[in-house]
C-alpha cells in the first residue's frame, strides 16, 4: 500500500512539474497602439508584459512647453 502510495505520488509530481514548464507561444495583438501620424503597431504578450513589435514611425515631433519657475 505505501508502495503504491509513492508511485502515484511521484507520478502526480512528474505531471504536474512538466505542465509547468511548458513554453507559450507570445500572443500578438494586432494594431494594439496607433500614433498621432495615424500608423498602428502590433504588440505581442509575453507572460505578464506587453511589448511592441517595431519601433515608431511617427514623423511628428511633440514638444512640450513648460515654464522655469
Do not use: H
Request: aromatic content about 6%.
Amino acid at each position: 500500500m505505501k508502495r503504491i502510495f509513492t508511485i502515484i505520488s511521484v507520478c502526480l509530481l512528474a505531471i504536474i512539474i512538466c505542465s509547468c514548464n511548458q513554453e507559450r507561444e507570445p500572443k500578438v495583438i494586432r494594431n494594439a497602439v496607433k500614433d498621432y501620424d495615424g500608423n498602428r503597431y502590433d504588440a505581442v504578450r509575453i507572460g505578464k508584459q506587453v511589448w511592441m513589435k517595431s519601433n515608431l514611425r511617427t514623423t511628428r515631433e511633440r514638444r512640450l512647453l513648460a515654464s522655469c519657475v
